[in-house]
């Protein structure tokens, strides 16, 4: 019963993992000058294509152990936050509002997020995303 409570934090949750995904992607490859729509996403060492299994936010990450699958050298945090904090970003946004403000505030969370995730970027700029 009390799971049934959070069920319908769900929803924002999963919203809030895939904004994260395309907001990583955006920071990752815009400084780079890197397409954003026709690119798919691989490893950063070998070239990996990933499959879609390997795209799902921050599950399989965590399925993969931070590794990838082809060459197994461990893949960087940086995806994986960026997802969790813009899902807690729209969950803490739904525990507090709805409506209108619910999207402003999931809009400046996320942009927030962008904002620090980009500040990551650059600090360690030698490190592969
Ligand atoms: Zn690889």
Redesign the pocket.
Known sequence: MASLLFLPLLMPAVIGLVVGSFLGMLVSRLPRGEPIVLARSA?P????RLEPVELIPLLSWIVQRRR?R????RLSAFYPVIEAACALVAVAAALWTSGTALIAACLLGWCIVALAAWLWSRAHAAVRL
């Open positions: 490893c060492f070998c070239g990996h990838c082809a060459c197994g050298r």
